[in-house]
C-alpha cells in the first residue's frame, strides 16, 4: 500500500497528517510526498517526517498526483489531500472492506473536522448524493481516492487541464470496474467554507453539480473555483 500527498504550502497541516499515519493500525509501505514549489516548511516537515520520498513537481495540484502515483510501488496506492485527517484504523477499515469487496477503486465518506453544525449538515448531504449514484454516477474527491496501482499505471493518470481531475478520475475508471463508497470516514478541512463563505460555496458546488453529473468536466473549468494557497 502507497500513501500520495501533493502539497503546496501545507505547512499547517502536513504534520498532522503525516502524524495520523504513523499511528495508524495498519501503516502503508510507502509515504510519498510531491511538493509543488512550496515556499514555506511544507518540504522540511516532510523530510523530517521519515517519508519515503520527497519528489519535487509543479501546479496545478493533477501533476503533483501524477508524480507521486506513477512513483509508487504498492499495490494499491492512497491519494489524500494533505489536509485531510485519519481516524487510527482508517487503513486496516477501508483496505479490509476493499479487499473483501474486491473493489478496483473505491472512496470514504468525507466528513468536516472541527465544523460547525451547518457544514456537518452539507457535507451529509453530498455524501448521500454521492451514495445514492455510486452505481449510475461514480464520483469521489481529492481528498481521498484509493485504486489499484496496476489500473492507475496503464491509464492516462489525473487531467492537469480540469481543475476538478479527481471527480474525472474517478468517473473515467470506474466504467466497467468495481467501485464503491467504502463505509469509512476520512476527516476534511472545511477552510474553503469559512474562507469563502457556507453559502458562496455550498451555492458553487451546486452549479457544478450538473456539469459532473454530464461529464462534461471542461465546463467546471469556467467557474471561479481556486486551489492552494489557503489562509490557513
Known amino acids: 500500500?502507497?500513501?500520495?500527498?501533493?502539497?503546496?504550502?501545507?505547512?499547517?497541516?502536513?504534520?498532522?497528517?503525516?502524524?495520523?499515519?504513523?499511528?495508524?493500525?495498519?501503516?502503508?509501505?510507502?509515504?510519498?510526498?510531491?511538493?509543488?514549489?512550496?515556499?514555506d516548511a511544507t518540504v522540511r516537515i516532510a523530510e523530517l517526517s521519515s517519508c519515503t520520498?520527497?519528489?519535487h513537481g509543479e501546479p496545478p495540484v493533477?501533476?503533483?498526483?501524477?508524480?507521486?502515483?506513477?512513483?509508487?510501488?504498492?499495490?494499491?496506492?492512497?491519494?489524500?489531500?494533505?489536509d485531510t485527517r485519519l481516524p487510527q484504523n482508517f487503513f486496516e477499515e477501508f483496505v479490509g472492506e476493499v479487499e473483501?469487496?474486491?473493489l478496483d477503486i473505491a472512496c470514504p465518506r468525507y466528513l468536516p473536522y472541527g465544523s460547525s453544525p451547518t457544514i456537518r449538515a452539507i457535507h451529509a448531504f453530498w455524501n448521500a448524493l454521492l451514495k445514492g449514484f455510486e452505481r449510475t454516477l461514480p464520483s469521489?474527491?481529492?481528498?481521498?481516492?484509493?485504486?489499484?496501482?496496476k489500473l492507475f499505471r496503464e491509464s492516462s493518470g489525473f487531467d492537469s487541464s480540469l481543475k476538478f481531475?479527481?471527480?474525472?478520475?474517478?468517473?473515467?475508471?470506474?466504467?466497467?470496474?468495481?467501485?464503491r463508497l467504502v463505509d469509512t470516514n476520512v476527516l476534511v478541512s472545511d477552510?474553503?467554507?469559512?474562507?469563502?463563505?457556507?453559502?458562496?460555496?455550498?451555492?458553487?458546488?451546486?452549479?457544478?453539480?450538473?456539469?459532473f453529473a454530464l461529464g462534461k468536466f471542461e465546463w467546471a473549468n469556467r467557474v471561479a473555483y481556486d486551489f492552494g494557497d489557503h489562509a490557513q
Open 140 to 149: 469521489g474527491a481529492g481528498h481521498c481516492i484509493a485504486l489499484r496501482s
Open 62 to 82: 493533477a501533476c503533483g498526483r501524477n508524480l507521486g502515483g506513477y512513483a509508487a510501488t504498492g499495490d494499491l496506492i492512497f491519494f489524500l489531500d494533505a
Open 191 to 211: 477552510r474553503r467554507y469559512r474562507e469563502q463563505g457556507i453559502l458562496r460555496t455550498f451555492l458553487l458546488h451546486l452549479l457544478m453539480a450538473p456539469a
Open 53 to 55: 520520498a520527497v519528489l
Open 165 to 179: 481531475d479527481d471527480i474525472e478520475l474517478v468517473r473515467r475508471l470506474a466504467k466497467g470496474r468495481r467501485f
Open 1 to 39: 500500500m502507497s500513501v500520495v500527498i501533493p502539497a503546496l504550502n501545507e505547512e499547517r497541516h502536513l504534520g498532522q497528517l503525516l502524524s495520523d499515519i504513523r499511528r495508524q493500525s495498519l501503516r502503508p509501505e510507502e509515504v510519498i510526498v510531491v511538493d509543488a514549489g512550496s515556499r
Open 100 to 102: 473483501r469487496r474486491r
